[in-house]
C-alpha cells in the first residue's frame, strides 16, 4: 500500500475561540505529495447542546445557518472526542510510515492545530510542527498575481478539505 505524505485536515468547530469553543465535526484525508487521496476519515464529535446554542451565534452562524443546522442536528449521533482522537491516531498508523513525519495540511490549518492541541493531545505529538496551508497561497495568488480561486464555503469538514485540496492543485497548475 502507498503511504501517505499529507494529512489534509477540517474542523467544524462551535466558534474560532479555542478556550471556549468545541470541536464538533472532523474531517481527514491522506494524500501523497502528487495530492492523490490514499484514504478518509470522518467523524462528529458529541459537543453539549447547551455549548452549541450558547456559542453558535452570531452573523456568521446567521450567514451559515443551514451548515450550523446540520452540525446541531447530528450532534446527538457524535462520539467523545477522546474515541475521535484515537480513530484519527489509527488513521495515520494505518496510512502513514512511522519513518517519516506527519505534515498537516489545510486551509489556515493553523486555527485547526489550536483545537487539535487543546483537545486532542496525542494526535498533537504525533503530527510534524511544519504545516501546508493552502490560504498562504491564496495570499500570495490574489495579492501579487491578482488570481482567485472560488471555492465552494460549505462549512462542512470533508466538502472543506476536498475544496482545499482542489484548491492546491489549481494554485500549482501555474508552475507547470
Request: hydrophobic share 40%; net charge negative.
Amino acid at each position: 500500500m502507498k503511504k501517505a505524505k499529507l494529512l489534509w485536515i477540517d474542523l467544524e468547530m462551535t466558534g474560532l475561540d479555542p478556550e471556549q469553543d468545541k470541536i464538533c465535526e472532523v474531517a481527514a484525508i491522506a494524500t501523497d505529495m502528487e495530492l492523490n487521496q490514499i484514504a478518509t476519515y470522518e467523524a462528529v464529535v458529541k459537543v453539549s447542546d447547551e455549548l452549541m446554542k450558547d456559542r453558535m451565534v452570531g452573523e456568521f452562524w446567521e450567514k451559515n445557518s443551514a451548515s450550523r443546522d446540520a452540525l446541531i442536528a447530528q450532534n446527538a449521533s457524535g462520539k467523545p472526542i477522546a474515541e475521535v482522537e484515537q480513530e484519527l491516531l489509527t488513521f495515520i498508523n494505518q496510512n502513514f510510515s512511522s519513518k517519516h513525519p506527519v505534515y498537516l495540511a489545510g486551509n489556515s490549518i493553523h486555527q485547526d492545530r489550536k483545537f487539535i492541541e487543546r483537545e486532542m493531545p496525542e494526535l498533537n505529538k504525533r503530527l510534524h510542527y511544519r504545516m501546508l496551508d493552502v490560504s498562504a497561497w491564496k495570499i500570495y495568488f490574489e495579492n501579487a498575481l491578482d488570481k482567485k480561486f472560488i471555492k465552494p464555503e460549505n462549512h462542512r469538514a470533508l466538502d472543506d478539505i476536498n475544496g482545499s485540496i482542489e484548491e492546491l492543485k489549481w494554485y500549482l497548475t501555474f508552475l507547470k
